[in-house]
């Protein structure tokens, strides 16, 4: 397996149906004119209840997930949403363990770890999302914070059968939202940590595994970070609600970090 390259955009609980299909249509549009290169890929992340519409007016260019999914397939789990029902409308790839998932839903290591295991063994692609608060990166002790969320949610994962389903995205907690965004140089050690970690835990299926970075990315510092030899792409927020911003950033991780105007 050789690392690929992703960018997702991450509507988070925005957008209405009417205003996602036009994003999507859009976006396809826009990237009819981006000449992606082999191992590129681009994704969406629309609300539960617009997969179905974005995925209708999809011409396939850009692929779909979901924002979260259960850890379990079915049961008595009133509003959950499991992995085969997802598969069921055609949606193969979901975000697990987001800080946001995290911090306010309170879903701890322990529950991440079994999204994970539930969403791959289903068939799904995950995007397995880690970060530190900004407490544990002013204590300095931001890698150990990582790496302790990675061992956690990991644990009996069998990486290598995953291959290339199973995505990791660095989000410092800190730099989500809050205008505040890690440093290139910041962002490119704490990937490197993780794909050491990856690499000592999993050998080759490990070290090859693409890492994404997402905390406040946007048109003007994509250049800086994709240029990074660690940092395989991006997991986008605010700036992926607009079509144009989102395009810019894809053509940036397209060009290998010169933004076109």
Not at 29 to 39: E, R, S, T
Not at 153 to 160: E, K, R, T, W
Request: glycine fraction near 10%; include cysteine.
């Amino acid at each position: 397996m050789t690392r690929q390259r992703l960018v997702v955009a991450n509507w988070k609980q925005n957008t209405l149906t009417a205003a996602a299909t036009s994003w999507i249509r859009a976006v396809e549009a826009g990237l009819d004119n981006v000449p992606l290169p082999a191992g590129l890929s681009v994704a969406a992340a629309p609300s539960y209840v617009a997969l179905a519409a974005c995925r209708a007016a999809l011409a396939g260019r850009l692929t779909l997930m979901a924002q979260n999914v259960a850890a379990q397939d079915s049961g008595a789990f009133t509003g959950e949403v499991g992995p085969g029902m997802l598969i069921d409308v055609g949606i193969h790839a979901a975000i697990v363990g987001h800080s946001e998932r995290r911090s306010l839903f309170h879903e701890d290591d322990d529950l991440v770890g079994r999204k994970v295991a539930s969403a791959l063994s289903a068939g799904l692609s995950v995007v397995l999302c880690v970060g530190e608060p900004l407490a544990a990166r002013e204590a300095e002790t931001h890698e150990a914070f990582v790496l302790g969320q990675l061992e956690a949610a990991l644990a009996g994962i069998d990486v290598s059968a995953a291959d290339a389903r199973l995505v990791i995205a660095y989000e410092p907690v800190w730099a989500i939202g809050t205008g505040r965004t890690a440093q290139p140089e910041q962002a490119n050690e704490m990937h490197g940590a993780i794909r050491t970690f990856l690499s000592n835990r999993f050998g080759a299926a490990g070290r090859d595994r693409s890492i994404l970075y997402g905390g406040s990315v946007k048109p003007l510092n994509a250049a800086q970070l994709i240029a990074q030899p660690e940092i395989d792409g991006f997991l986008v927020g605010g700036a992926s609600l607009l079509a144009e911003p989102f395009l810019a950033i894809v053509r940036a991780v397209a060009s290998d970090g010169t933004v076109s105007p």
